[in-house]
């Protein structure tokens, strides 16, 4: 079993509408991320959390939230999607007592269209 | 400015010849920086860090070059395999968070 999984991998919705990206991992890791992938670009960092009760924004927070519901558990919320919040969105995690500190352990990714 | 930069490519290379292609990076005080690697449309994973001294993982070579704040990654003996998108990954701030460069493509051709 993949130790970081999504849901949904693939969403099409409509602009207006609220939609949640579930994020799920066994590794044991405190630190989860959402970044979103676009074309040409790289990827950029939505929000982080570095453990339960700590909750962070990234480069681009407008327009999501986010809900830390418990180690293992990191989903992501468009309150009203739009079209340019098409996009890659993965989530990732890290390990601060690990022998590599920094390195992100990523998951399969969810494809997100926003008509 | 950017602040991880990388050229986009493509590069494409025949089996087993050696391509290579550098990464710059905004911030002189950064301390960690990695080559991640992305296949169509999946996820990144970790191919290898960089360290001061530079560093070989197999046919893959990385170094760092602090005065002009670049990386490098260099492929030996290009495999078909090796077809990807490498992404140029810098703890900018060093404060756990990481800034990813748009990625190099390379296509390794029969």
């Known amino acids: 079993d993949a130790d970081v999984t999504q849901t949904p991998r693939n969403r099409i919705t409509k602009t207006g509408k609220r939609i949640m990206l579930e994020c799920s991992q066994t590794k044991g890791h405190d630190r989860m991320y959402w970044y979103r992938q676009d074309p040409g670009l790289g990827l950029r960092l939505i929000y982080y959390s570095f453990d339960v009760k700590d909750i962070n924004k990234g480069e681009i927070s407008d327009g999501y939230s986010v809900s830390r519901q418990a180690q293992a558990k990191f989903s992501l919320s468009l309150e009203s999607a739009i079209p340019n919040q098409t996009a890659l969105y993965f989530c990732?995690?890290?390990?601060?007592?690990?022998?590599?500190?920094?390195?992100?352990?990523f998951g399969p990714g969810t494809r997100l269209t926003v008509l | 400015r950017k602040e991880v930069e990388q050229d986009p490519g493509p590069f494409n290379v025949p089996e087993g010849a050696t391509v290579a292609f550098n990464c710059t990076y905004s911030?002189?005080?950064?301390?960690?920086f990695f080559w991640y690697r992305q296949d169509c449309r999946k996820e990144p994973k970790l191919l290898m860090s960089v360290y001061s001294s530079g560093n070989e993982d197999g046919r893959f070579t990385a170094q760092l070059n602090r005065a002009s704040q670049y990386i490098s990654l260099l492929i030996r003996d290009s495999k078909l395999s090796d077809s990807a998108t490498y992404l140029c990954v810098v703890n900018i701030r060093n404060d756990y968070k990481l800034s990813f460069g748009a990625g190099t493509t390379v296509t390794v051709r029969a």
């Open positions: 990732a995690t890290s390990d601060p007592q690990g022998v590599s500190t920094d390195t992100q352990y």
């Open positions: 911030n002189s005080a950064s301390q960690s």
